[in-house]
């Protein structure tokens, strides 16, 4: 257990509805990052969040946004769902914004289908 | 941009054998580097990582890494397999400039023979 929880566990939805991710970091963990696994793209970087602030973004589609609150847990946002955003969302979480002994560590993830 | 590249989707190897796995990363200076294995159904839990200073690096489960410069290479070896290592194994390079992302392989899957 790696400490970082992720709800729900499983999410089935339709096409063009919307959806919210939820992730709690480990305890004293400032970062959460948001990752996207699917068949076709392999295991690809959405974004990071350090103390509420982004701190970095990758491959996100603007119909995704995420925020991360003042108790430092979570949410990741998708809208207009299409049937290739079925896909495992990981979050993972780390104590800093980056460096040397900076390693994150993944929840379980989110598994989302879209019919 | 940083690129990682592992050539072996699959390997299927008998238990109590030697395995190897192949990672080649693509960086403009020295990186940090990983090495995670995610079991069916399951998150991905680090094995071991490379920040620095000797290039052997021991992790968890029996398993080890070497960093290869001349290479760019980080491969993961276990010089005796389990049937509990059956899984999915992510090589991962992450960035040391500001911020933290991953850029991940594809993923090598391993199979073990009885």
């Given at each position: 257990d790696s400490?970082?929880?992720q709800t729900p566990k499983h999410l089935i939805t339709a096409t063009?509805?919307?959806?919210?991710?939820?992730?709690?970091?480990r305890?004293?963990?400032?970062?959460?990052?948001w990752y996207q696994q699917s068949l076709d793209q392999g295991l690809q970087f959405l974004i990071q969040y350090y103390?509420?602030?982004e701190r970095a973004k990758g491959n996100i589609l603007?119909?995704?946004?995420?925020?991360?609150?003042p108790d430092l847990h979570s949410e990741l946002n998708l809208s207009s769902l299409e049937l290739g955003d079925s896909a495992l969302y990981f979050c993972a979480s780390s104590v800093a914004s980056g460096g040397a002994t900076d390693t994150q560590y993944f929840g379980p993830g989110t598994r989302l289908t879209v019919l | 941009a940083q690129s990682v590249t592992q050539p072996d989707i699959h390997i299927t190897v008998s238990e109590g054998a030697s395995l190897e796995l192949r990672c080649n990363y693509s960086y403009g200076a020295t990186p940090y580097l990983?090495?995670?294995?995610?079991?069916?159904?399951q998150g991905l839990q680090l094995l071991l990582k490379y920040f620095s200073?000797?290039?052997?690096?021991?992790g968890i489960k029996?398993?080890?890494a070497e960093f290869k410069r001349s290479q760019s290479s980080f491969n993961l070896r276990k010089p005796s397999v389990h049937w509990s290592d059956a899984a999915e194994y992510f090589c991962a390079v992450g960035a040391r400039a500001a911020g933290n992302k991953l850029t991940f392989g594809g993923g090598t899957r391993v199979l073990v023979k009885p």
């Open positions: 400490g970082v929880t063009g509805q919307r959806v919210t991710l939820r992730c709690s970091p305890s004293g963990d400032l970062s959460v990052y103390n509420g602030e603007e119909r995704f946004s995420a925020q991360q609150f | 990983f090495w995670y294995v995610q079991s069916p159904g200073g000797d290039t052997l690096v021991q029996g398993f080890e």
